[in-house]
T-cell receptor
Framework: RKEVEQDPGPFNVPEGATVAFNCTYS??????FFWYRQDCRKEPKLLMS???SGNEDGRFTAQLNRASQYISLLIRDSKLSDSATYLC????????????FGTGTQLKVEL | ETGVTQSPTHLIKTRGQQVTLRCSSQ?????VSWYQQALGQGPQFIFQ???????GRGNFPPRFSGLQFPNYSSELNVNALELDDSALYLC???????????????FGPGTRLTVT
């Protein structure tokens, strides 16, 4: 079983739609979590950090459920520019010295 | 932009050769982590350097080695290249977690290595 698992997608949604991605992690010792966005052939860019039960930043909301060991990312009012791969990341050491990435979920927002 | 730079951008090597990749961290960041990202996969942690010493290592063989310099820049060295080493190599810099309590990592643009 992979340490961090995500549905690879692709998720094809119309502009303006709300879309949710789920991610599960296997190491219950993980303390902090992140969502990164990666455009094709580019580096991952930090989208959100999730340290407690959740975090909200504009159209983006991340939630953490420690009991079920999953993290979700909700994107509201999706834009064409949101099209990218979204990487779910866990920090099993709690000290930031070994981030574990999922394989990513691909999102395509269409007109 | 994160301020993390990597060189070279692209590199083509032959199986069995050795390669050195370089990374300059964001100003104020003293920790550098290296990742390998194969096509269609998420980044895989190789190792991290903090205060010029290795501070954690993933499941990579010893032919993957690294250095960190006093100015916090870092090198990734790969010996005896194999075809499967073809990937995007990413470095990420971060603050000293014990001081900042933050462990967000900021990535450079990567070096795309092709082994033929």
């Amino acid at each position: 079983r992979k340490e961090v698992e995500q549905d690879p997608g692709p998720f094809n949604v119309p502009e303006g739609a709300t879309v949710a991605f789920n991610c599960t992690y296997s190491n219950s010792a993980s303390q902090s979590f992140f969502w990164y966005r990666q455009d094709c052939r580019k580096e991952p860019k930090l989208l959100m950090s999730v340290y407690s039960s959740g975090n909200e930043d504009g159209r983006f909301t991340a939630q953490l459920n420690r009991a079920s060991q999953y993290i979700s990312l909700l994107i509201r009012d999706s834009k064409l520019s949101d099209s990218a791969t979204y990487l779910c990341v866990a920090d099993p050491t709690g000290g930031g010295n070994k981030l574990t990435f999922g394989t990513g979920t691909q999102l395509k927002v269409e007109l | 932009e994160t301020g993390v730079t990597q060189s070279p951008t692209h590199l083509i090597k032959t199986r069995g050769q050795q390669v050195t990749l370089r990374c300059s961290s964001q100003s104020g960041h003293n920790t550098v982590s290296w990742y390998q990202q194969a096509l269609g996969q998420g980044p895989q942690f190789i190792f991290q350097y903090y205060r010029e010493e290795e501070n954690g290592r993933g499941n990579f063989p010893p032919r993957f080695s690294g250095l960190q310099f006093p100015n916090y820049s870092s090198e990734l060295n790969v010996n005896a290249l194999e075809l499967d080493d073809s990937a995007l190599y990413l470095c990420a810099s971060s603050l000293d977690f014990s001081v900042s309590g933050e462990n967000e990592q900021y990535f450079g643009p990567g070096t795309r290595l092709t082994v033929t």
